[in-house]
């Protein structure tokens, strides 16, 4: 029945577009990719480092006043919340405990 809502509309037989690459372009496709694979694994690094170097600054800052430098002020001071000040010193309380431990007792 034409013109039936139920009924798909029927379009003329098209050839699709087809792009087609060359090998030249497909190896610069490569490259770029590998490039910026490579940029994202070394920001990542970058991002890793600057986390473990403030958390040290942190860790030293509680360490000399911790009246002073509560989870709250370093949370408000650096604008992170208090939470992620509590994890990073817990982090940093068990790596300490870990590097107090025998070898023997670290695996077990």
């Known amino acids: 029945m034409e013109g039936d809502w139920m009924s798909a509309p029927t379009a003329p037989a ?6 087609t690459y060359s090998q030249a372009d497909l190896r610069l ?10 940029a994202s694994i070394s920001d990542s690094d970058r991002a890793s480092q600057r986390r473990a170097q403030r958390d040290e600054l942190i860790v030293q800052l509680r360490a000399e006043d911790p009246a002073t430098w509560t989870y ?9 919340s208090p939470e992620l000040i ?3 010193m817990r982090k940093s309380a068990e790596s300490a405990q870990l590097a107090e431990k025998p070898e023997d007792q670290q695996t077990a």
């Open 72 to 80: 709250a002020r370093l949370g408000n001071e650096l604008g992170c």
């Open 29 to 38: 496709k490569v490259a770029q990719a590998k490039k910026l694979h490579r």
């Open 86 to 88: 509590a994890l990073i």
């Open 14 to 19: 098209q050839e699709p577009d087809q792009v």
